[in-house]
């Protein structure tokens, strides 16, 4: 799997769009953009992802840079409870195994 | 609304206890999957399953068995815990495939304290 870089964290205002970006500067022709988060003491939650094309969910929207090297996850009205920490993650679309790899993440502060 | 359950959200065991570990799913997933999570050191996939009776090991399963005997249970035994067995327990479930891309429904965890 490709390897993702992205900043330790962020704070974003209640009600303003939070921007997360992730580097995937190695990504290969058949890898797939995966965006989890997780709240605090919960389990991760799938958020969206996308091959090269932008995409558009009820939860967020992810940009996708042409050459793929990099993203954008963005969530349009950020409340508090988008607190967490989102994990970017780099993978082909199989079924091998399909088990995840969680890097750091970035931890978003979402402040009243 | 897609579910996947774990049989408790804190657990307190005693070094040399068998420890049972359950998950469900109703969203009749072919994959299932336990993963750990510790700090510093992320998500790490210890066993996972894709489908009944069939069983492959993660990146940690020393230490660790897993059983499925029904599609929507996937159970994750300590055969006798010890201390850095301590940890957050994640249960996963997805389709197979190309239905599954990936997206993975996670259960609200457990977290196991060894004493």
């Known amino acids: 799997d490709a390897k993702t870089t992205q900043p330790p964290s962020m704070d974003c205002a209640e009600g303003r769009a939070a921007n997360l970006p992730c580097n995937h500067s190695t990504i290969s022709g058949n890898e797939y953009v995966y965006w989890y988060r997780q709240i605090h003491s919960q389990g991760p939650q799938y958020i969206i992802h996308g091959l090269k094309n932008n995409e558009t969910n009820e939860m967020a929207s992810l940009i996708i840079t042409e050459d793929r090297k990099s993203s954008t996850l963005i969530l349009p009205h950020a409340t508090l409870r988008d607190t967490a920490v989102y994990y970017c993650i780099v993978r082909v679309a199989s079924n091998a195994g399909n088990m995840l790899t969680f890097g750091g993440g970035t931890r978003l502060m979402v402040k009243p | 609304d897609v579910k996947v359950t774990q049989s408790s959200r804190y657990l307190v065991k005693r070094t040399g206890e068998k420890v049972f570990l359950e998950c469900v799913q109703d969203m009749d997933h072919e994959n299932m999957f336990w993963y750990r999570q510790d700090p510093g050191l992320g998500l790490r996939l210890i066993y996972f399953?894709?489908?009944?009776?069939?069983?492959e090991k993660g990146d940690i399963p020393e230490g660790y068995s897993v059983s499925r005997e029904k599609k929507e249970r996937f159970s994750l035994i300590l055969e006798s815990a010890s201390t850095n067995q301590t940890s957050m327990y994640l249960c996963a479930s997805s389709y197979s495939g190309s239905r599954s891309y990936n997206e993975q429904f996670f259960g609200p965890g457990t977290r196991l304290t060894v004493l």
């Open positions: 399953s894709y489908d009944v009776k069939m069983k």
